[in-house]
């Protein structure tokens, strides 16, 4: 019975991490990133199975919620870089943080009409957050026979 007891009270402390935010970055740039999740307070570090990120500050900002600077190299590889974080009560299930070669955009509301759709540039990419149901429109300008 005791041991069942305290095998329920080390999960119920076990942390979740929820969601990583912003989901990427552009290679040669500074990024602070803000993992929200349960069970975060006592967060020590953050794991990163690629080269080309480097941890530069962590903060654990409240139980929920925890700070991270990164340094993307200027050569980090583009892609899916897998991460987690470790708390003093354990390790995260695994996230991921994208890298990308281009500047980003964040999406700004509203933008959810095709008439009144958001202007962005070439060669972006766009950050933000789809809620249920949600659509966003863009528009780029191009010159005829340019492709997009």
Known sequence: MVVCLLALLALAESPD?????PRGGTRGTE????????????????????TGLEVLSLEAADAKTVKVRLKIAADAPLGEHPLRLRTATGITDLHTFYVGPFPTVEEKEPNNKFQEPQKIGLNVTVSGVVTNEDVDAFSVELTKGQRL
């Open 31 to 50: 990024v602070e990133l803000t993992l929200t999740g349960t069970h975060l307070k006592d967060a020590k570090e953050l794991f990163l199975y690629k």
């Open 17 to 21: 991490l929820a969601r990583v935010s």
